[in-house]
């Protein structure tokens, strides 16, 4: 039987083959892709401050943050454990790797192939629910980044109501979804059969305070005031509320109705 570690390389290779990851972030905005966008968004935003010297992105996936780094004259190391999606990262973003800007490469966040202090920044975008236990990989983080290094986090949010519901409605969606993935054929069904642990501002903070990192700022995203399966129905309203909240800089009034929590530390 795999182990949760096993079963997310399995999950995203499967995916990377499918083709359909970068497109969550460069295609059409709809119910599914918006909540990868707005967080990516949310995800630039905090980092635009701070982004110099050179950069490592854990579980960077096909790349998707690579022309933001580059872009912004950093030097940006992406890994991730499943080696068809670097496979993806070094097609899609070749001319990159070629000009010696980008590299990507097969690692283990829990035991990453780096010196002590190499790097100046690091991104962690959907890394953390995927472990049942996140205080290796923390302390990996603690020992790569330099002192004065600002390390990125985001989590799913666990007093997000719409995850509450959702949670309340479980045993009608377990009977729903073979119907649901039938009409839809959906490449991302199979991440339901990895655990995603989600947490509180409290807990992800406290994590990162006891590895010696202070919090400089936070954004939620992803607000769904029209709940599931509301959201489903009616999306273009559930979206279009969602970005009147980012708009109006109501992030943190709404947080409760917020998918995610991003935050950015810097290391003592």
């Not at 202090?117 to 302390?139: M, Q, R």
């Not at 002192?147 to 309340?168: D, E, H, Q």
């Not at 979206?239 to 708009?247: A, Q, R, T, Y």
Request: hydrophobic share 40%.
């Amino acid at each position: 039987m795999k182990n949760q570690k096993e079963k997310v390389t399995q999950v995203f290779d499967d995916i990377a083959l499918k083709s359909s990851w970068e497109s969550l972030y460069s295609g059409k905005i709809d119910r599914i892709s918006y909540n990868f966008v707005t967080r990516q968004r949310a995800v630039e935003a905090l980092l635009e401050s701070c982004a110099s010297g050179k950069a490592l992105d854990l579980g960077c996936g096909s790349g998707d943050l690579v022309r933001f780094y580059s872009q912004k004259e950093v030097f940006y190391t992406g890994v991730d454990l499943s080696s068809q999606m670097i496979k993806r990262a070094n097609v899609n973003y070749s001319d990159l790797v070629r000009e010696g800007k980008a590299i990507f490469q097969v690692a283990d966040c829990e035991n990453l192939p780096f010196k002590d202090g190499e790097f100046n920044l690091l991104s962690a975008v959907a890394l953390i629910e995927y472990l049942s236990d996140p205080s290796k990989v923390l302390n990996e983080i603690n020992r790569v980044l330099k002192c004065g290094g600002y390390a990125l986090i985001t989590v799913p949010n666990k007093k997000c109501i719409n995850s509450r519901i959702r949670s309340l409605l479980k045993p009608i969606n377990s009977l729903l979804f073979p119907l649901y993935l039938r009409l839809k054929k959906s490449s991302l069904a199979t991440m339901k059969d990895v655990k995603h642990h989600s947490y509180d501002q409290k807990e992800i903070d406290a994590l990162m305070k006891n590895k010696g990192f202070e919090k400089v700022d936070c954004r939620y995203a992803n607000f769904h005031i029209i709940a599931y399966p509301l959201d489903h129905l009616i999306p273009k309203i559930y979206i279009g509320l969602s970005e009147l909240i980012v708009n109006r800089k109501l992030d943190k009034v709404f947080k409760n109705w917020s998918s995610n929590y991003i935050a950015l530390y810097r290391k003592g």
